[in-house]
């Protein structure tokens, strides 16, 4: 490699870096409790019941659920991966934004109602929402992508640095005394390559998952209306099917597959006559990957069931790869240390900036003074 090359990609790398590490650190520390959301959300305290899961009427948990909060709608039912709960919404309109929601959780065995803190509040929340979007909407998430995507670029450049840079270095040494810059400087390049594939990782299904809701948008405006139009809408509007009907209808066009979010009529992910039940696999894998089954609101009957397009499954497997969430405690701790050298390597990285900045600073100070001694 040139000079000139070393040059070129050391200050892509440098301004790159410099750019995004402040934004980076916060992504890394807001998302170190967000590995332990489980472990450190609310306690269920679900009680042992010998009865079937989903044996509670689903009707009548909604029933409840919108006699609780007089005036409201129920605009989704979403349902929990690993325990037997389903959380209700409340909201003054089917199109309210879902920060607004009032959440209701039931147990799906008995019926019995939870009671638990609000999701959309407390510690955990904070630190989610700064992780996805700062609390500024749509457009904090493109940011926080735009600035994953700089530092995707670092990671790249400082890999094709790392060659050039520790040529005459056995590979891991770090220097010691005398020069505690030059020793930061090894670790950070040590730590950085040790963790090169975890952070490329993780930094790149960061990036996709900020496309959550471009990718939302193609999905509504292709997809659903192309499921939607394989039925005609409902010839009378007001009349709705049972929803435990409906569930059962669905579970037996898809067998095997188990129900995690229910989308009623007049949400932007249902359409105005039909129910959308997304359906996720039992598999490690399967269990990331939605399937969308699209019910007649009126009969109850499934009019179609597609699998979800490609752009959709890259969003969704990208999700457990980013968090760690997809094999227990030891891959979520494991997560949890790589997060904390990460943490490290930004802050050696702006360290070693200012330190080198500081010493140019004095080094252009120093000449004047021997100039001005020397006349």
């Given at each position: 490699m040139?000079p000139?090359?070393?040059?070129?990609?050391?200050w892509?790398?440098?301004w790159?870096?410099?750019?995004?590490?402040l934004f980076a650190?916060?992504?890394?520390?807001?998302g170190?409790p967000l590995?332990f959301?489980?472990?450190l959300g609310?306690?269920l305290?679900?009680e042992t019941?010998a009865?079937?899961?989903?044996?509670?009427?689903?009707?009548?948990?909604?029933?409840?659920a919108?006699?609780a909060r007089p005036g409201q709608?129920?605009?989704?039912l979403?349902y929990?991966r690993?325990?037997?709960?389903v959380?209700?919404p409340?909201a003054a309109?089917?199109t309210?934004d879902?920060?607004?929601?009032?959440?209701q959780?039931f147990d799906?065995?008995?019926g019995?109602q939870i009671e638990?803190?609000?999701?959309?509040?407390?510690f955990?929340?904070v630190?989610?929402?700064?992780?996805?979007?700062m609390?500024?909407?749509?457009?904090g998430?493109l940011?926080?992508g735009f600035?994953?995507?700089?530092?995707?670029?670092?990671?790249v450049?400082g890999v094709v640095?790392?060659g050039p840079?520790?040529?005459?270095?056995?590979?891991?040494?770090?220097?010691?005394?005398?020069?505690?810059q030059?020793?930061?400087?090894d670790l950070?390049?040590l730590?950085?390559?040790?963790t090169l594939?975890?952070?490329a990782v993780?930094s790149?299904?960061g990036?996709?998952?900020?496309?959550?809701a471009?990718?939302?948008?193609?999905?509504q405006?292709?997809q659903?209306?192309?499921?939607?139009?394989?039925a005609?809408?409902a010839?009378?509007a007001t009349?709705?099917?049972?929803?435990?009907d409906?569930l059962?209808e669905?579970r037996s066009?898809?067998p095997?597959?188990?129900?995690m979010?229910v989308?009623?009529?007049g949400?932007p992910f249902?359409?105005?006559s039909h129910v959308?039940i997304?359906l996720t696999?039992?598999?490690?894998i399967?269990?990331?990957?939605?399937?969308?089954?699209l019910?007649?609101a009126?009969?109850g009957?499934v009019?179609?069931?597609?699998?979800?397009?490609?752009y959709?499954?890259?969003?969704f497997?990208?999700q457990p790869?980013?968090?760690g969430d997809?094999g227990?405690?030891?891959?979520?701790i494991?997560?949890a240390?790589?997060d904390v050298?990460?943490i490290v390597v930004?802050?050696?990285?702006?360290?070693l900036?200012?330190?080198?900045?500081?010493?140019?600073r004095?080094?252009?100070?120093?000449i004047p003074?021997?100039q001005?001694a020397?006349?």
């Amino acid at each position: 490699m040139t000079p000139r090359t070393i040059r070129i990609w050391s200050w892509l790398h440098r301004w790159t870096s410099l750019v995004c590490t402040l934004f980076a650190l916060m992504l890394c520390i807001t998302g170190l409790p967000l590995i332990f959301k489980d472990e450190l959300g609310p306690d269920l305290k679900l009680e042992t019941t010998a009865a079937a899961p989903g044996t509670a009427s689903i009707d009548d948990i909604v029933a409840r659920a919108q006699a609780a909060r007089p005036g409201q709608v129920v605009p989704y039912l979403f349902y929990d991966r690993d325990h037997p709960i389903v959380k209700v919404p409340t909201a003054a309109a089917m199109t309210t934004d879902p920060g607004a929601f009032h959440y209701q959780v039931f147990d799906t065995r008995t019926g019995k109602q939870i009671e638990v803190p609000q999701p959309n509040e407390g510690f955990l929340y904070v630190m989610l929402r700064l992780h996805l979007d700062m609390f500024a909407g749509l457009w904090g998430t493109l940011f926080l992508g735009f600035m994953g995507l700089l530092l995707c670029i670092a990671i790249v450049s400082g890999v094709v640095l790392y060659g050039p840079f520790t040529r005459r270095l056995d590979f891991g040494a770090v220097r010691r005394g005398g020069n505690r810059q030059r020793t930061w400087l090894d670790l950070h390049n040590l730590l950085g390559i040790g963790t090169l594939a975890w952070f490329a990782v993780v930094s790149f299904t960061g990036v996709i998952n900020t496309l959550a809701a471009p990718i939302e948008l193609a999905w509504q405006a292709n997809q659903l209306v192309e499921m939607a139009a394989q039925a005609k809408p409902a010839e009378d509007a007001t009349k709705r099917a049972r929803i435990d009907d409906m569930l059962r209808e669905v579970r037996s066009a898809v067998p095997g597959m188990n129900v995690m979010t229910v989308a009623f009529p007049g949400t932007p992910f249902a359409t105005p006559s039909h129910v959308a039940i997304f359906l996720t696999g039992n598999t490690p894998i399967t269990s990331r990957i939605l399937k969308p089954a699209l019910a007649d609101a009126t009969t109850g009957r499934v009019v179609s069931v597609r699998d979800m397009p490609w752009y959709a499954t890259a969003l969704f497997m990208s999700q457990p790869l980013h968090f760690g969430d997809y094999g227990g405690l030891p891959l979520k701790i494991i997560w949890a240390l790589l997060d904390v050298v990460t943490i490290v390597v930004l802050m050696s990285g702006l360290y070693l900036w200012w330190a080198k900045r500081r010493r140019r600073r004095a080094a252009g100070m120093a000449i004047p003074g021997m100039q001005a001694a020397a006349r």
